[in-house]
């Protein structure tokens, strides 16, 4: 009985052997398995996790003004995934539009990893000195996630089989995981493109899909290898070939590959539901559908091992990585002619006093080959009010007949000072997907206005008696808010009271006065109201000697008695 388990097994595991094996012969884009994987020393030039996280933060820390570093989420074993978000910081104003590219996917494509973080060297390295490097920088966001399937490449060090690198941890291909035609992938849990459980079932894929939301991503390209292949929308089938803008797309490609021969374009060997390309351009969250394109940086031919058909050999992963940067920024420059739009706030005030109205205008323009149909634009502020629009109110752009819209917004400061901003939103339709855009100004509301203050009392030219009054007053401040009173006299003595709004004025002596009463706001203004007045001020009598009244009452108190004297004698 033993005997006949163990060939009874032998034989199933014979037979399941052979299934498989036809059903990888006979599966377009498969690659022999193959027991070797890539030697140590090839992790001496191509980077693992580990040594791109510490290479990243380095360069997060040399080039603050050009590069931040940070994680959009985590993998299945808890890798961080990083993005480089570069730009020109020293711009006044952020970009109104971005681009992303991502790497590494399949934990298989290495080279593409590498060649992700080639670009962001050469970007910081020549931003100084390389004229395209600096239009990049200028021009655009750029969101780089070298390492999208970090798991996959920590397996790929010692994975005997190509399936091992290629999925996530969780066995997902991680570019069939998306919302798109996502239910015509593969549901076998064992195949080498299995689409997962869900659409967006993994951390990676959902790290991606939160990153992106409301982002003006005007191109994505999704660097992979295995091939040399420049492919795009659509992808889920392999007989709905056309997308609205496939104009778009074939000049963009005729435009790579005639600068880059090496490259060709064209669908893919096998269809690809749930794939990030298809879902950037088609049902991504993104705030512009981009234009997006998947490339195939490396395809090795005679090899030993699956490590060598998507990756090259050590010594030659410089110079090539070299060459895949060189086509990125060549495909990121020419996006002006591809599919790039001019938004903006062109003309507007970065400060401005309180109340005050000016023209801001804004502009949408179309620089290269895609339209927008039923534009419609929006405008609102914070500390500003916006007091008319003029400019047109639905509108469609095509750089052939109707390359720009133009709307002049006149708005009105408020009276506070401080921070206010201006935004715009346009949205519309690029080809048959929804767009919208917003950019948002900053502008200084600056304390221009004197504060005001009026004198109660005394009234002007009025006889008022003395030595003592009292001077009383109102003031108030549209701005900052009044921090201090002054009274000055005669234009000689100056009194500062506080916050005082009276003020008691002892004089010695009769005469004209002149008093202003002058106000100071928080901002420094200056307010004053001016009053003039005469003063009486009453002498008393020249004074008797103390002693007279009471001798006036002795004396007649004693012509009195003489009278009762006499005239009692008379009796």
């Not at 849990?189 to 997962?196: A, E, L, V």
Request: charged share 15%; with cysteine; proline share 6%.
């Amino acid at each position: 009985m033993l005997s006949a388990h163990v060939n009874e097994a032998a034989m199933k595991k014979a037979l399941l052997v052979a299934v498989l094996l036809a059903y990888a012969l006979t599966t377009p884009g498969y690659v022999p398995v193959a027991v070797s994987q890539p030697q140590g020393d090839v992790w001496q030039v191509y980077h693992d996790y580990n040594n791109l996280t510490q290479v990243l933060l380095s360069l997060n820390e040399t080039y603050p003004d050009l590069i931040q570093v940070y994680s959009i989420g985590v993998s299945v074993e808890g890798r961080s995934i990083w993005v480089c978000e570069i730009w020109n910081r020293s711009l006044p104003v952020r970009p109104s539009f971005a681009v992303l590219v991502d790497a590494g996917i399949h934990g298989t494509d290495v080279i593409a990893c590498e060649s992700a973080l080639t670009l962001i060297n050469t970007l910081l390295n020549k931003s100084a000195e390389d004229p395209l490097v600096q239009k990049i920088l200028n021009a655009y966001v750029l969101y780089v996630i070298p390492m999208l399937n970090p798991d996959g490449v920590e397996h790929a060090k010692n994975a005997t089989a190509v399936e091992e690198a290629w999925r996530n941890a969780r066995g997902v291909d991680l570019d069939r995981n998306f919302p798109w035609h996502w239910s015509e992938g593969d549901s076998d849990p064992t195949s080498m493109y299995y689409r997962g459980p869900s659409p967006l079932s993994e951390p990676e894929t959902m790290a991606l899909s939160t990153f992106v939301f409301g982002k003006p991503i005007l191109l994505y390209i999704s660097l992979r290898s295995g091939g040399k292949r420049i492919y795009y929308p659509w992808l889920h089938n392999l007989t709905e070939t056309e997308t609205v803008e496939e104009p778009v797309y074939a000049a963009i490609c005729n435009d790579l590959t005639t600068a880059f021969p090496e490259f060709t374009w064209g669908k893919p060997l096998q269809a690809m539901p749930g794939s990030s390309i298809d879902w950037m351009y088609g049902n991504s969250t993104t705030s512009i559908p981009p234009l997006s394109l998947g490339v195939e940086v490396y395809e090795g031919s005679d090899c030993p091992s699956w490590w060598d058909v998507y990756n090259p050999s050590v010594n030659i992963v410089a110079n090539y990585t070299e060459k895949v940067s060189n086509f990125l920024l060549y495909a990121i420059g020419n996006l002006v002619q591809w599919g790039d739009f001019g938004f903006g706030v062109t003309e507007y005030s970065p400060t401005m006093g309180l109340n005050w109205t000016k023209t801001f205008v804004v502009e949408l323009r179309v620089l290269g080959l895609r339209n927008m149909s039923n534009v419609v634009a929006g405008f609102e502020g914070t500390y500003l009010d916006v007091v008319e629009v003029d400019g047109p109110q639905l509108v469609n752009l095509s750089a052939a007949e109707m390359p720009k819209a133009v709307w002049y917004v006149d708005v009105r400061s408020s009276t506070t000072p401080g921070d206010a901003s201006f935004t715009t939103v346009i949205g519309g339709m690029i080809g048959n997907r929804p767009f919208i855009v917003q950019q948002t100004v900053t502008i200084t509301l600056f304390d221009d206005k004197s504060p005001s203050v009026t004198i109660l009392e005394p009234e002007y030219g009025a006889y008022v008696e003395g030595p003592t009054i009292v001077i009383r007053w109102e003031g108030s401040d549209v701005g900052a808010g009044i921090d201090h009173y002054e009274v000055r006299i005669n234009d000689q003595t100056t009194v500062d009271v506080g916050t005082n709004t009276e003020y008691s004025l002892t004089v010695e002596s009769s005469g004209s006065y002149r008093i202003e009463v002058i106000a100071y706001d928080a901002a420094g203004n200056v307010g004053a109201d001016v009053v003039e007045f005469y003063i009486h001020v009453p002498h008393p009598t020249p004074g008797l000697p103390a002693w007279l009244p009471y001798a006036g009452m002795a004396i007649f108190l004693a012509v009195f008695a003489v009278l009762l004297i006499v005239l009692k004698r008379r009796s």
